[in-house]
């Protein structure tokens, strides 16, 4: 099993940046990529970028690469997610999600075992 506690969320004006975490508990931090998500009211959940379990290699979704970046500190068994540049349209709640894996695979396919509870981000105009 993995918890996984997502913390950061608020309220940020545009063009602020803001800076998500995720800590994780109740197995090896590093035996499990990660990937960051996000739902807003009436939309589907959209994946924003994953990071791998031991090199910390990450891919990101188009909609946010060169704005987002994905870090992890494996001695703090805490993911990041650190938004820059955010527009009324990066509202939403904000997901961790961990998929237990043997290799250092990161992509747009993992299949997550694990979710957190989300925290909301909210970017006023």
């Known amino acids: 099993q993995v918890q996984l506690v997502e913390s950061g969320g608020g309220l940020v004006q545009a063009g602020g940046p803001l800076r998500l975490s995720c800590a994780a508990s109740g197995r090896t931090f590093s035996s499990y990529a990660l990937g960051w998500f996000r739902q807003a009211p009436g939309k589907e959940r959209e994946f924003l970028g994953a990071?791998?379990?031991?090199?910390?290699?990450?891919y990101y979704a188009d909609s946010v690469k060169g704005r987002f970046t994905i870090s992890r500190d494996n001695a703090k068994n805490t993911v990041y997610l650190q938004m820059n540049s955010l527009k009324a349209e990066d509202t939403a709640v904000y997901y961790c999600a961990a998929d237990i894996r043997l290799d250092d695979y990161v992509g747009p396919d993992l299949t997550y075992d694990y979710w957190g509870q989300g925290t909301q981000v909210t970017v006023s105009s």
């Open positions: 990071i791998s379990r031991w090199s910390g290699r990450t």
